[in-house]
């Protein structure tokens, strides 16, 4: 309905311009300059020029492959066995360095193995640091995720009761959120230091059963550590992004329900879970992209160790392009994560279509 | 029987109140001890956290550690930048995103559809897959000041202020807010030969209230917050921002109490401007989800 008053050429380019063009200078232009530099040599600062050079930053950031490595044997041909009763191996860079039989191995460096009868399975990776970034991220979002997205589900439930004084509850809960995820990532080294609260608190409450921990300081327990606080920080958005799902399913469906005498379960199981359907979806694909951009916590409290249990993706990129001044591996790292990004929202989005 | 029910509701209800009050303390448990552990001396900063003391203001309170903070950074001035910088985005940020939105909803153009699919599109792509790359451009950006020509936009207020202005959802959100306002009112001034800019002054923006706050509060937290883009393109002191002045009580020498200082400075102030505007803060996240 193209009224004559409304229509303006000229009117709309101005006013929408000035905001369009900055956005379009700084988010969409470097989007598609990502790709672009990700094929190149570029460095932050250089003497040589930019070069073209195909798809090498993505070769050396994503090969790996799986090496077979079988146990040595004697002359008598029998496996050597140390003193445990274990297969001897030979040392992996014997076919990684130098071995021209192997030439598709060259330069790689052992990720993991595991052992399959006597035969070793190595894998071996250009990239091993981003291949446990990659790891790492990911086990990051599965885990937080769903975590983040029940609890703050719980949450809201809880709040969404007609109780004097609720409100106060709310905004508490809330009230991480509005503080930096820096200012948070340093109290909680803080809390979780050997001789910190974290320990005292459990000491306390085990009686002092438990021995404290360097939570950050143990490759086993570190990322769990930034995951547990990750989801104590941001929690409270998301239950107010579930509240506000809540108040749009109508009260006359619960009374409907109460009347059919329906429990508690079948109450949320039929009423309440339908009605959220889009606020699932939306709930879901924000943690997810929020969680993939971790970066901050791991700058602050581990810069990505300790032995790079705790690195992540964009921690490398950030290593790469800022750090080492490699913008074009920087880049192809961005671009990496933001297929992977894509894809899963793209995924997200198809499971959880209308049908 | 009328009794026992009562008597049964009652405890239901201090279970409900207990349960959420437990939830409470875990939220702000860490915020309390910060601020409390800002007026002990490291030791028994250290000592304390055994106990109870942890979360009380006892033992040999002072403000000791503002006054040591102030003299191993330049607290000022951080503040000052971040305030700064901050506030110049917000501005500038509901100005022009305010505009784009205007001239989406109301007016016809030709390229409408093509550039708000562009805009909406922005929203899935995080900021961290651009800022390498948009490290590279803005430090070959060409820049015209007083003292003249010059290039490169590292190590500046505006690197830190011009690319965070627009962006996709405060946009959108303007967008959304506009289209559920009356279109009448735009024709009917059109008819009586009011300019676009009268318009979007006199007759728009005096409604959208609801809409500037929640622009303001998300860009604010944002930017006030910001961490990463400082931490790559501003490398001196007199442009730091709060969060990227943090580093300077790693050096050395690890002093909590002089940390807990500083952090108490730089949340307790945005805390408090929560508190007081706490529906709106929480209003402002929730319309991020409903119409998304």
């Not at chain 1, 050597?80 to 060259?106: H, I, L, S």
């Not at chain 2, 029910?5 to 409470?24: F, K, P, W």
Request: with cysteine.
């Amino acid at each position: 309905m193209a009224s004559k008053l409304t229509t303006s050429n000229r009117a709309g380019w101005a006013f929408a311009f000035p905001g369009f063009g900055l956005l379009a200078m700084f988010i969409v232009v470097p989007f598609f300059f990502a790709f672009y530099l990700s094929l190149t040599n570029q460095r932050l600062i250089s003497p040589n020029p930019t070069e073209f050079v195909g798809l090498d930053n993505y070769r050396s950031l994503l090969s790996i492959s799986v090496l077979s490595i079988e146990p040595e044997v004697d002359d008598a041909g029998a496996v050597v066995r140390n003193e445990d009763g274990n297969p001897k191996y030979p040392r992996v860079r014997t076919f990684t360095r130098n071995n021209p039989e192997y030439p598709q191995y060259a330069g790689m460096r052992e990720w993991f193995r595991w052992h399959s009868g006597d035969t070793a399975k190595v894998v071996v990776a250009t990239d091993v640091v981003f291949w446990k970034s990659l790891r790492n991220t990911l086990m990051f979002v599965l885990v937080v995720a769903p975590v983040q997205g029940a609890i703050a589900l719980g949450l809201a439930l809880l709040i969404n009761q007609r109780l004097r004084a609720i409100n106060i509850y709310r905004a508490i809960y809330f009230m991480p959120v509005v503080v930096s995820i820096v200012v948070v990532s340093l109290l909680w080294r803080f809390l979780y230091a050997e001789e910190g609260l974290l320990n005292s608190i459990l000491g306390a409450l085990s009686f002092g059963m438990f021995e404290g921990r360097d939570w950050l300081g143990d490759p086993d327990t570190a990322l769990g550590a930034i995951k547990a606080m990750s989801i104590w920080q941001a929690v409270g958005f998301h239950m107010v992004i579930w509240l506000s799902g809540l108040q749009t399913i109508s009260p006359t469906l619960y009374e409907a329900s109460s009347i059919e005498g329906a429990s508690k379960w079948q109450t949320f199981r039929y009423v309440t879970w339908p009605g959220l359907r889009n606020t699932a979806v939306l709930v879901l694909i924000v943690i997810t992209m929020q969680a993939f951009a971790l970066f901050a916590q791991i700058d602050v409290m581990t810069n990505g160790g300790p032995l790079d249990s705790t690195t992540t993706v964009v921690f490398q990129a950030v290593e790469r392009g800022y750090g080492k001044q490699d913008i074009s591996g920087g880049s192809a790292i961005s671009v990496v994560l933001f297929l992977i990004v894509l894809t899963i929202s793209l995924i997200q989005r198809y499971l959880t279509r209308e049908k | 029987m009328a009794a026992i029910s009562s008597d049964n509701q009652g405890l239901r209800l201090a279970t409900r109140y207990v349960v959420l009050t437990l939830i409470a303390l875990i939220f702000i448990f860490p915020l309390v001890f910060m601020v409390m552990s800002s007026f002990k001396p490291d030791l028994q900063l250290l000592r304390d956290t055994s106990s109870i003391r942890a979360f009380l203001p006892v033992g040999d309170i002072s403000l000791n550690n503002y006054t040591a903070a102030f003299e191993r950074a330049p607290v000022g001035l951080f503040v000052f930048n971040s305030v700064l910088v901050t506030g110049v985005t917000v501005l500038l940020s509901l100005l022009l995103c305010s505009m784009a939105g205007f001239s989406f909803v109301f007016l016809q153009w030709k390229g409408r559809n093509i550039l708000l699919s562009i805009i909406i599109a922005t929203l899935i792509v995080p900021f961290e897959t651009i800022a390498i790359p948009l490290l590279l451009l803005v430090s070959k950006l060409p820049w015209i000041g007083l003292e003249g020509f010059s290039v490169g936009w590292l190590n500046s207020y505006r690197v830190q202020i011009i690319p965070w202005i627009a962006d996709g959802l405060t946009i959108f959100l303007f967008v959304q807010y506009f289209k559920d306002l009356p279109r009448d009112l735009i024709e009917a001034s059109r008819v009586e030969g009011a300019s676009w800019w009268q318009i979007y002054i006199k007759v728009v923006m005096p409604l959208s209230g609801p809409v500037v706050a929640t622009a303001a509060i998300l860009k604010f937290l944002v930017m006030y917050n910001q961490y990463l883009w400082p931490l790559i393109v501003v490398q001196e002191e007199t442009y730091r921002p709060v969060m990227v002045g943090l580093q300077y009580f790693f050096q050395l020498n690890t002093a909590w109490g002089e940390i807990m200082a500083y952090l108490t400075m730089i949340t307790v102030p945005v805390l408090a401007f929560y508190l007081v505007l706490q529906r709106a803060f929480i209003a402002s996240i929730a319309s991020t989800g409903v119409k998304g």
